[in-house]
Nanobody
Framework: QVQLVESGGGLVQAGGSLRLSCTVS????????MGWFRQAPGKEREFVAG????????IYADSVKGRVTISRDNARNMVYLQMNNLRPEDTAVYYC?????????????????WGQGTQVTVSS
């Protein structure tokens, strides 16, 4: 089965940048559309960004559009989330997720596998 491990989280000041990484093992990443989600304390898990298997389609939540870029390196079995101009409201645990479909989606329930999460904290 596919395994996902996130890394790259940390504490940054507002306006700073982070690059999150997701390492995929067990199966080739090319078989999956990939997504990044986040969950803040007391809130529902929400979609951040997604990328299709073909890399033709990328989608972003309105809250991060223009500040976040999702990318994938299939040769290295990795997915990245580059986050710039971070805001305190971006503070959350960020999760990498895989979906065995050609299509990305914003709904968490449609993703098959999840990483353990990496904490991102943005100070004001």
């Amino acid at each position: 089965q596919v395994q996902l491990v996130e890394s790259g989280g940390g504490l940054v000041q507002a306006g700073g940048s982070l690059r999150l990484s997701c390492t995929v093992s067990g199966r080739t990443i090319s078989a999956y559309s990939m997504g990044w989600f986040r969950q803040a304390p007391g809130k529902e898990r929400e979609f951040v960004a997604g990328i299709s298997r073909s890399e033709i389609n990328t989608i972003y939540a309105d809250s991060v559009k223009g500040r976040v870029t999702i990318s994938r390196d299939n040769a290295r079995n990795m997915v990245y989330l580059q986050m710039n101009n971070l805001r305190p409201e971006d503070t959350a645990v960020y999760y990498c997720a895989a979906r065995g479909s050609a299509y990305v989606d914003t709904r968490p329930i449609l993703y098959d596998s999840w990483g353990q999460g990496t904490q991102v904290t943005v100070s004001s």
